[in-house]
Nanobody, 124 residues
Framework: QVQLVESGGGSVQSGGSLTLSCTASEYTFSMGWFRQAPGKEREGVAAIDDSVTTTYADSVKGRFTISRDAAKNTLYLQMSSLKPEDTAIYYC?????????????????????WGQGTQVTVAS
């Protein structure tokens, strides 16, 4: 069982920046960030695999950057130019498998392991 622990959430003003971290208890091939806003379904934000292939939701392209430190089993999400609509609980997800279909990396069903989530609040 892979355990994921997120950190780095908090409150920030619109236009500000935050960096989220997720540390895994062991190596996983694919990792991603998802978010769930109040009253909405959880959605994929960004994902990365072992080959460092990345994929992003259209709503965050150019503002968010996903990266990983394989040696530390840690995933990062650098968020800049934050907007109030980015307010959500952000979840880290991981899976030991991979896929050649990058769009699948932004789908919940692809991932076996999930963190508990960290709150990000962007004030206008």
């Amino acid at each position: 069982q892979v355990q994921l622990v997120e950190s780095g959430g908090g409150s920030v003003q619109s236009g500000g920046s935050l960096t989220l971290s997720c540390t895994a208890s062991e190596y996983t091939f694919s990792m991603g960030w998802f978010r769930q806003a109040p009253g909405k379904e959880r959605e994929g934000v960004a994902a990365i695999d072992d080959s460092v292939t990345t994929t992003y939701a259209d709503s965050v392209k150019g503002r968010f950057t996903i990266s990983r430190d394989a040696a530390k089993n840690t995933l990062y999400l650098q968020m800049s130019s934050l907007k109030p609509e980015d307010t959500a609980i952000y979840y880290c997800a991981a899976d030991k498998g991979g896929t050649t279909q990058r769009r699948l990396l932004l789908r919940e069903a692809f991932y076996m392991y999930w963190g508990q989530g960290t709150q990000v609040t962007v004030a206008s």
